[in-house]
T-cell receptor, first 112, second 113 residues
Framework: GENVEQHPSTLSVQEGDSAVIKCTYS??????FPWYKQELGKGPQLIID???NVGEKKDQRIAVTLNKTAKHFSLHITETQPEDSAVYFC???????????WGAGTKLIIKP | EADIYQTPRYLVIGTGKKITLECSQT?????MYWYQQDPGMELHLIHY???????EKGDLSSESTVSRIRTEHFPLTLESARPSHTSQYLC????????????FGEGSRLTVL
Protein backbone atom coordinates (compact mmCIF):
# COMPACT_ATOMS: atom_id res chain seq x y z
CA GLY A 1 0.00 0.00 0.00
CA GLU A 2 0.92 3.65 0.17
CA ASN A 3 3.96 4.40 2.28
CA VAL A 4 6.07 7.42 3.16
CA GLU A 5 9.55 6.84 4.52
CA GLN A 6 11.29 9.63 6.40
CA HIS A 7 15.01 9.94 7.19
CA PRO A 8 16.82 10.47 9.41
CA SER A 9 14.86 9.69 12.58
CA THR A 10 17.14 12.00 14.57
CA LEU A 11 19.24 14.87 13.26
CA SER A 12 21.62 16.93 15.33
CA VAL A 13 23.14 20.07 13.79
CA GLN A 14 25.17 23.00 15.04
CA GLU A 15 23.29 26.26 15.42
CA GLY A 16 23.67 28.26 12.23
CA ASP A 17 24.19 25.20 10.02
CA SER A 18 21.64 23.78 7.59
CA ALA A 19 19.37 20.78 8.17
CA VAL A 20 17.86 18.53 5.51
CA ILE A 21 15.14 15.94 6.07
CA LYS A 22 14.15 13.62 3.24
CA CYS A 23 10.99 11.64 2.54
CA THR A 24 10.29 9.09 -0.17
CA TYR A 25 6.91 7.81 -1.27
CA SER A 26 5.83 4.64 -2.96
CA UNK A 27 2.50 5.60 -4.51
CA UNK A 28 2.51 6.79 -8.10
CA UNK A 29 0.27 9.83 -7.89
CA UNK A 30 0.29 11.86 -4.67
CA UNK A 31 -0.50 15.51 -5.31
CA UNK A 32 0.09 17.31 -2.02
CA PHE A 33 3.15 17.24 0.27
CA PRO A 34 2.95 19.12 3.59
CA TRP A 35 5.53 19.42 6.34
CA TYR A 36 4.51 19.76 9.98
CA LYS A 37 6.52 20.85 13.01
CA GLN A 38 5.65 19.52 16.47
CA GLU A 39 7.10 21.29 19.48
CA LEU A 40 7.23 19.60 22.86
CA GLY A 41 3.79 19.36 24.47
CA LYS A 42 1.97 20.69 21.42
CA GLY A 43 0.18 19.39 18.37
CA PRO A 44 1.82 19.45 14.92
CA GLN A 45 1.63 22.68 12.98
CA LEU A 46 1.91 23.14 9.21
CA ILE A 47 5.08 25.01 8.28
CA ILE A 48 5.23 24.62 4.50
CA ASP A 49 3.59 22.58 1.78
CA UNK A 50 4.04 21.92 -1.92
CA UNK A 51 1.81 20.59 -4.65
CA UNK A 52 2.84 18.21 -7.41
CA ASN A 53 2.89 20.88 -10.12
CA VAL A 54 5.68 22.79 -8.34
CA GLY A 55 9.30 21.69 -7.93
CA GLU A 56 10.38 23.99 -5.13
CA LYS A 57 8.89 26.38 -2.62
CA LYS A 58 10.62 28.70 -0.18
CA ASP A 59 9.49 30.62 2.88
CA GLN A 60 12.29 32.57 4.57
CA ARG A 61 14.67 29.97 6.06
CA ILE A 62 12.55 27.01 5.08
CA ALA A 63 12.32 25.39 1.65
CA VAL A 64 10.80 22.22 0.26
CA THR A 65 11.87 20.48 -2.94
CA LEU A 66 10.01 17.82 -4.86
CA ASN A 67 11.54 15.29 -7.26
CA LYS A 68 8.66 13.39 -8.84
CA THR A 69 10.92 11.21 -10.95
CA ALA A 70 12.80 9.94 -7.91
CA LYS A 71 9.63 10.07 -5.76
CA HIS A 72 11.16 12.06 -2.97
CA PHE A 73 10.67 15.44 -1.32
CA SER A 74 12.89 17.22 1.17
CA LEU A 75 12.71 19.92 3.82
CA HIS A 76 15.63 22.33 4.00
CA ILE A 77 16.18 24.62 6.97
CA THR A 78 19.00 27.15 6.67
CA GLU A 79 20.72 29.15 9.43
CA THR A 80 19.20 26.93 12.10
CA GLN A 81 18.22 28.48 15.41
CA PRO A 82 17.43 26.96 18.83
CA GLU A 83 13.69 27.41 18.23
CA ASP A 84 13.95 25.06 15.25
CA SER A 85 14.43 22.15 17.69
CA ALA A 86 11.30 20.02 17.32
CA VAL A 87 9.94 16.91 15.63
CA TYR A 88 9.24 17.33 11.92
CA PHE A 89 6.76 15.22 9.97
CA CYS A 90 6.41 14.90 6.22
CA UNK A 91 3.19 13.67 4.67
CA UNK A 92 1.70 12.97 1.28
CA UNK A 93 -1.85 13.01 0.07
CA UNK A 94 -2.76 10.00 -2.00
CA UNK A 95 -6.36 10.65 -3.04
CA UNK A 96 -8.85 13.38 -3.75
CA UNK A 97 -10.12 13.34 -0.16
CA UNK A 98 -6.67 14.44 0.98
CA UNK A 99 -6.20 11.67 3.54
CA UNK A 100 -2.61 12.07 4.57
CA UNK A 101 0.02 9.35 4.73
CA TRP A 102 2.54 10.40 7.37
CA GLY A 103 6.26 9.85 7.70
CA ALA A 104 7.55 8.54 11.02
CA GLY A 105 9.03 11.88 12.09
CA THR A 106 12.49 13.39 12.53
CA LYS A 107 13.68 14.77 15.83
CA LEU A 108 15.80 17.83 15.02
CA ILE A 109 18.23 18.94 17.70
CA ILE A 110 20.00 22.29 17.35
CA LYS A 111 23.25 22.33 19.33
CA PRO A 112 24.31 25.73 20.72
CA GLU B 1 -3.24 30.35 16.62
CA ALA B 2 -5.59 27.45 15.84
CA ASP B 3 -9.00 27.51 17.53
CA ILE B 4 -9.20 23.84 18.41
CA TYR B 5 -9.30 22.68 21.99
CA GLN B 6 -8.85 19.36 23.70
CA THR B 7 -9.73 18.39 27.25
CA PRO B 8 -8.41 17.00 29.44
CA ARG B 9 -4.74 17.61 28.63
CA TYR B 10 -3.67 14.87 31.02
CA LEU B 11 -5.68 11.97 32.44
CA VAL B 12 -4.62 9.07 34.68
CA ILE B 13 -7.27 6.44 35.28
CA GLY B 14 -7.65 2.85 36.37
CA THR B 15 -8.36 -0.14 34.15
CA GLY B 16 -12.01 -0.64 33.24
CA LYS B 17 -13.05 3.00 33.52
CA LYS B 18 -15.01 4.76 30.83
CA ILE B 19 -13.44 7.93 29.50
CA THR B 20 -14.34 10.61 27.00
CA LEU B 21 -11.80 12.91 25.41
CA GLU B 22 -13.32 16.16 24.28
CA CYS B 23 -12.42 18.08 21.12
CA SER B 24 -13.99 21.33 19.98
CA GLN B 25 -13.18 23.73 17.15
CA THR B 26 -14.57 27.16 16.47
CA UNK B 27 -13.45 27.45 12.85
CA UNK B 28 -16.55 25.86 11.32
CA UNK B 29 -14.47 23.09 9.73
CA UNK B 30 -16.36 20.16 8.28
CA UNK B 31 -13.56 17.63 8.58
CA MET B 32 -12.28 16.41 11.94
CA TYR B 33 -9.80 13.70 12.88
CA TRP B 34 -8.43 11.75 15.83
CA TYR B 35 -4.82 10.60 15.78
CA GLN B 36 -3.01 8.37 18.24
CA GLN B 37 0.63 9.23 18.84
CA ASP B 38 2.90 6.83 20.67
CA PRO B 39 6.14 7.88 22.36
CA GLY B 40 7.96 6.74 19.22
CA MET B 41 6.42 9.80 17.50
CA GLU B 42 4.43 8.21 14.67
CA LEU B 43 0.94 9.57 14.01
CA HIS B 44 -1.80 7.01 13.43
CA LEU B 45 -5.26 8.02 12.19
CA ILE B 46 -7.92 6.23 14.25
CA HIS B 47 -11.12 8.13 13.38
CA TYR B 48 -12.30 10.86 11.05
CA UNK B 49 -15.46 12.68 10.14
CA UNK B 50 -16.45 14.64 7.03
CA UNK B 51 -19.38 16.35 8.72
CA UNK B 52 -22.31 15.99 11.08
CA UNK B 53 -23.46 12.38 11.46
CA UNK B 54 -20.44 11.15 9.48
CA UNK B 55 -17.79 9.01 11.20
CA GLU B 56 -15.25 6.61 9.74
CA LYS B 57 -12.52 4.40 11.13
CA GLY B 58 -8.95 5.26 10.28
CA ASP B 59 -5.95 3.19 9.37
CA LEU B 60 -5.16 2.04 12.90
CA SER B 61 -7.72 -0.20 14.54
CA SER B 62 -8.98 1.27 17.77
CA GLU B 63 -11.45 0.18 20.43
CA SER B 64 -12.54 3.77 20.86
CA THR B 65 -15.68 5.26 19.35
CA VAL B 66 -16.52 8.76 18.17
CA SER B 67 -19.62 10.81 17.47
CA ARG B 68 -20.30 13.96 15.43
CA ILE B 69 -23.62 15.44 16.45
CA ARG B 70 -22.48 19.03 16.06
CA THR B 71 -20.01 20.49 13.57
CA GLU B 72 -17.77 21.92 16.27
CA HIS B 73 -17.62 18.89 18.56
CA PHE B 74 -15.94 15.49 18.00
CA PRO B 75 -15.59 13.52 21.24
CA LEU B 76 -13.75 10.21 21.53
CA THR B 77 -14.92 7.56 24.02
CA LEU B 78 -13.33 4.46 25.49
CA GLU B 79 -15.94 2.29 27.19
CA SER B 80 -13.44 0.26 29.21
CA ALA B 81 -9.91 1.59 29.33
CA ARG B 82 -6.92 -0.75 29.42
CA PRO B 83 -3.18 -0.14 29.86
CA SER B 84 -2.74 -0.73 26.11
CA HIS B 85 -4.77 2.47 25.55
CA THR B 86 -2.05 4.54 27.20
CA SER B 87 -1.01 7.06 24.57
CA GLN B 88 -1.36 10.63 23.38
CA TYR B 89 -4.52 11.43 21.42
CA LEU B 90 -4.48 14.36 19.02
CA CYS B 91 -7.58 15.94 17.53
CA UNK B 92 -7.42 17.92 14.28
CA UNK B 93 -9.72 19.68 11.87
CA UNK B 94 -9.52 20.93 8.30
CA UNK B 95 -11.59 23.21 6.14
CA UNK B 96 -12.10 20.91 3.21
CA UNK B 97 -10.53 18.80 0.51
CA UNK B 98 -8.83 21.61 -1.40
CA UNK B 99 -7.11 23.23 1.54
CA UNK B 100 -5.26 20.31 2.98
CA UNK B 101 -3.99 22.00 6.13
CA UNK B 102 -4.79 20.25 9.38
CA UNK B 103 -5.16 22.29 12.57
CA PHE B 104 -4.23 20.25 15.63
CA GLY B 105 -5.17 20.59 19.25
CA GLU B 106 -2.50 20.28 21.92
CA GLY B 107 -3.38 16.67 22.66
CA SER B 108 -4.74 14.57 25.52
CA ARG B 109 -2.21 12.35 27.22
CA LEU B 110 -3.96 9.28 28.64
CA THR B 111 -2.38 6.90 31.13
CA VAL B 112 -4.29 3.77 32.14
CA LEU B 113 -2.97 2.00 35.21
Amino acid sequence: GENVEQHPSTLSVQEGDSAVIKCTYSDSAPNYFPWYKQELGKGPQLIIDIRSNVGEKKDQRIAVTLNKTAKHFSLHITETQPEDSAVYFCAASMDSNYQLIWGAGTKLIIKP
Amino acid sequence: EADIYQTPRYLVIGTGKKITLECSQTMGHDKMYWYQQDPGMELHLIHYSYGVNSTEKGDLSSESTVSRIRTEHFPLTLESARPSHTSQYLCASSEGAHTGELFFGEGSRLTVL
